[in-house]
């Protein structure tokens, strides 16, 4: 208890966080979209139903609520204010593809004319004190001034094989200044070159029309067709700006789909691997661990001939943008497993876990649009909040004074492992809810309102097993370990029928229910904790002392009271006997 409460001091976390019945919340209605412009599948409208609240879980929101209004309409209600990052989430399609790039592009448009024999010096701008590159600058021709030469510093990291002494990652061959074509000699001035795009090994004019007039700058940066897996080629630009530029490409037939991705989990940067940023680890099946076998097999062939080639970079596409265009340098993966990583700077814990948990789910069968976001206020308030405190300290308030007028001195004891109990869960409601986005509503609050009996029942069964030992006539202190071994048993059974009570309850039930089931179970966990290493040493340490160990009439351990109490109810229960007999 101790510790925790010193993790949550020195972190700021003194309060929990209240759910939406309690303190409110962002209430947002999605609107889903269709070709045809008619009403959807009542059977896609379910299953996004049910990827959403999987997603609202995932990102750690407790208490949001996910209901179906309409034939076309999502109601999402996520507790607390300002949560439209969240919300937008929850919405997002997350289609996953795995497309190799075959041109690569700054993401301005472009003329489609050939760039002339002859360079001239053509600066486009500036930003940030330095020349930007020229808008059709090309990876595949020339390193220099183009994207692909830094490629966001994104690497798709695994248990890379056949590792090969070339540059990892980046475009420009070592000694080469940036700026200098390719086979010149070092040491002689040179002029920036604006070589012409290569479209070699793409046979759709269209897809070069579009790309070459593709303004990555504007818009929300999905290009038209970008999103959809059954076309063969597609143009799709950056989704994230770095350092004032948005890279485009021109990618291929998608290889991999997001259905093939078992599982993903956001990882803390490694800086023992290199790894700045942090990452999505993604896990595919047996059918994706193949396909994506085969496309960095490609990539990496591709490398090997030409490392500035574009073919050499694998583009992950979300939702019609690219997420990240690592260069496959190291070698086929052929274990199953890749990553997604990024800048430091917009490639943060959030971004990652927010990106792991909309794509462990899978995508949604159907686009939606954000109809309406409001802010609404709690449905309850501080006044049933109020009387919810008011009947938990009444209830903790009989429960000690049973203690104490028919435990006495022991009762000290009861008193006191409540108080550890409850400090130990409310420490624990903090971090949860700082932690796992845990809050608490109402039913929460009943729920420990109801593990004060449980907790109590616990102390009570190893007090009466004690009471007995020393009716029997045993010393005190063999009488503390003796009832212990007997109680222990009972205690562990009884709590672990409330745990899987509660337990049961948590995964058939939904909404408030859940919550009262998720709280029960949590302090019946506490009450074994503190009966096992608070409540149960304090008596053996309590049994040494004068006033415990000599049996002082106001301990409540007073073997010699405890007999003729015994005495008495016996003789009372003959007496009753007899009568009846008569």
Same mark, same amino acid.
């Given at each position: 208890?101790?510790?925790?409460?010193?993790?949550?001091?020195?972190?700021?976390?003194?309060?929990?966080?209240?759910?939406?019945?309690?303190?409110?919340?962002?209430?947002?209605?999605?609107?889903?979209?269709?070709?045809?412009?008619?009403?959807?599948?009542?059977?896609?409208?379910?299953?996004?139903?049910?990827?959403?609240?999987?997603?609202?879980?995932?990102?750690?929101?407790?208490?949001?609520?996910?209901?179906?209004?309409?034939?076309?309409?999502?109601?999402?209600?996520?507790?607390?204010?300002?949560?439209?990052?969240?919300?937008?989430?929850?919405?997002?399609?997350?289609?996953?593809?795995?497309?190799?790039?075959?041109?690569?592009?700054?993401?301005? &448009?472009?003329?489609? $004319?050939?760039?002339?024999? *002859? #360079?001239?010096? +053509? /600066? =486009? !701008?500036?930003?940030? %004190?330095?020349?930007?590159?020229?808008?059709?600058?090309?990876?595949?021709?020339?390193?220099?001034?183009?994207?692909?030469?830094?490629?966001?510093?994104?690497?798709?990291?695994?248990?890379?094989?056949?590792?090969?002494?070339? &540059?990892?990652?980046? $475009?420009?061959?070592?000694? *080469? #200044?940036?700026? +200098? /074509? =390719? !086979?010149?000699?070092? %040491?002689?001035?040179?002029?920036?070159?604006?070589?012409?795009?290569?479209?070699?090994?793409?046979?759709?004019?269209?897809?070069?029309?579009?790309?070459?007039?593709?303004?990555?700058?504007?818009?929300?940066?999905?290009?038209?067709?970008?999103?959809?897996?059954?076309?063969?080629?597609?143009?799709?630009?950056?989704?994230?700006?770095?350092?004032?530029?948005?890279?485009?490409?021109?990618?291929?037939?998608?290889?991999?789909?997001?259905?093939?991705?078992?599982?993903?989990?956001?990882?803390?940067?490694?800086?023992?691997?290199?790894?700045?940023?942090?990452?999505?680890?993604?896990?595919?099946?047996?059918?994706?661990?193949?396909?994506?076998?085969?496309?960095?097999?490609?990539?990496?062939?591709?490398?090997?001939?030409?490392?500035?080639?574009?073919?050499?970079?694998?583009?992950?596409?979300?939702?019609?943008?690219?997420?990240?265009?690592?260069?496959?340098?190291?070698?086929?993966?052929?274990?199953?497993?890749?990553?997604?990583?990024?800048?430091?700077?917009?490639?943060?814990?959030?971004?990652?876990?927010?990106?792991?948990?909309?794509?462990?789910?899978?995508?949604?069968?159907?686009?939606?649009?954000?109809?309406?976001?409001?802010?609404?206020?709690?449905?309850?308030?501080?006044?049933?909040?109020?009387?919810?405190?008011?009947?938990?300290?009444?209830?903790?308030?009989?429960?000690?004074?049973?203690?104490?007028?028919?435990?006495?001195?022991?009762?000290?004891?009861?008193?006191?492992?409540?108080?550890?109990?409850?400090?130990?869960?409310?420490?624990?409601?903090?971090?949860?809810?700082?932690?796992?986005?845990?809050?608490?509503?109402?039913?929460?609050?009943?729920?420990?309102?109801?593990?004060?009996?449980?907790?109590?029942?616990?102390?009570?069964?190893?007090?009466?097993?004690?009471?007995?030992?020393?009716?029997?006539?045993?010393?005190?202190?063999?009488?503390?370990?003796?009832?212990?071994?007997?109680?222990?048993?009972?205690?562990?059974?009884?709590?672990?029928?409330?745990?899987?009570?509660?337990?049961?309850?948590?995964?058939?039930?939904?909404?408030?229910?859940?919550?009262?089931?998720?709280?029960?179970?949590?302090?019946?966990?506490?009450?074994?904790?503190?009966?096992?290493?608070?409540?149960?040493?304090?008596?053996?340490?309590?049994?040494?002392?004068?006033?415990?160990?000599?049996?002082?009439?106001?301990?409540?351990?007073?073997?010699?009271?405890?007999?003729?109490?015994?005495?008495?109810?016996?003789?009372?229960?003959?007496?009753?006997?007899?009568?009846?007999?008569?």
């Amino acid at each position: 208890m101790v510790v925790l409460a010193c993790v949550a001091v020195l972190q700021g976390r003194t309060t929990p966080k209240l759910g939406l019945d309690l303190a409110g919340g962002t209430t947002v209605t999605l609107t889903a979209k269709t070709e045809s412009g008619k009403n959807p599948p009542s059977s896609q409208m379910n299953q996004a139903v049910k990827i959403m609240t999987q997603r609202v879980n995932g990102l750690g929101v407790s208490d949001a609520e996910v209901a179906k209004q309409g034939s076309n309409n999502i109601v999402v209600n996520v507790p607390g204010e300002g949560q439209g990052r969240v919300v937008s989430l929850i919405g997002t399609t997350a289609k996953l593809q795995f497309r190799q790039a075959f041109a690569i592009a700054d993401g301005k &448009p472009t003329t489609g $004319a050939p760039a002339p024999q *002859t #360079p001239t010096p +053509t /600066p =486009t !701008g500036k930003k940030d %004190g330095k020349a930007s590159p020229s808008p059709s600058a090309s990876a595949s021709a020339s390193p220099s001034g183009s994207p692909s030469a830094t490629p966001r510093g994104r690497a798709l990291s695994q248990a890379l094989t056949a590792p090969t002494p070339t &540059p990892s990652g980046s $475009a420009t061959p070592s000694g *080469t #200044p940036s700026g +200098t /074509p =390719t !086979g010149v000699p070092s %040491g002689i001035p040179q002029q920036p070159q604006q070589p012409q795009q290569d479209y070699s090994g793409i046979d759709d004019k269209n897809v070069i029309k579009q790309f070459e007039a593709l303004n990555c700058y504007t818009g929300d940066r999905r290009a038209p067709g970008s999103n959809d897996p059954n076309r063969k080629w597609v143009a799709a630009c950056d989704q994230k700006e770095e350092n004032g530029q948005v890279t485009k490409y021109i990618l291929g037939p998608v290889r991999v789909l997001g259905e093939n991705v078992d599982g993903a989990n956001a990882m803390p940067p490694d800086s023992q691997q290199g790894q700045a940023s942090w990452s999505v680890s993604l896990k595919f099946d047996g059918k994706g661990g193949r396909q994506f076998g085969e496309v960095t097999t490609e990539a990496y062939r591709a490398y090997q001939q030409n490392p500035s080639s574009p073919q050499a970079q694998i583009a992950i596409v979300l939702d019609g943008q690219v997420v990240s265009a690592p260069s496959i340098n190291r070698g086929a993966i052929n274990g199953g497993t890749a990553s997604i990583d990024g800048p430091p700077d917009s490639f943060n814990r959030q971004y990652a876990t927010d990106l792991a948990n909309v794509l462990k789910y899978g995508a949604l069968p159907l686009e939606f649009t954000q109809s309406s976001i409001d802010e609404v206020s709690s449905t309850l308030g501080a006044d049933q909040l109020e009387g919810g405190l008011i009947a938990g300290g009444i209830g903790l308030g009989l429960v000690v004074l049973y203690c104490m007028l028919y435990y006495r001195g022991l009762g000290l004891v009861a008193v006191s492992s409540l108080a550890v109990a409850s400090a130990i869960t409310y420490v624990s409601v903090v971090i949860l809810g700082e932690g796992m986005g845990f809050r608490l509503s109402l039913p929460h609050i009943i729920g420990l309102i109801v593990s004060i009996g449980i907790t109590a029942d616990s102390f009570i069964v190893y007090f009466e097993r004690l009471r007995d030992e020393l009716r029997a006539g045993r010393k005190l202190r063999s009488s503390v370990e003796n009832a212990w071994k007997r109680a222990r048993r009972t205690i562990l059974v009884a709590d672990a029928v409330t745990f899987l009570a509660a337990l049961v309850l948590y995964f058939l039930a939904v909404g408030g229910v859940r919550g009262f089931a998720f709280a029960m179970g949590l302090t019946t966990l506490i009450d074994v904790v503190v009966v096992f290493f608070f409540t149960k040493p304090m008596v053996a340490l309590l049994s040494r002392t004068d006033f415990f160990g000599r049996g002082h009439p106001l301990s409540g351990l007073d073997a010699k009271r405890l007999r003729r109490s015994a005495q008495n109810s016996a003789a009372s229960k003959a007496a009753r006997t007899t009568s009846q007999e008569v």
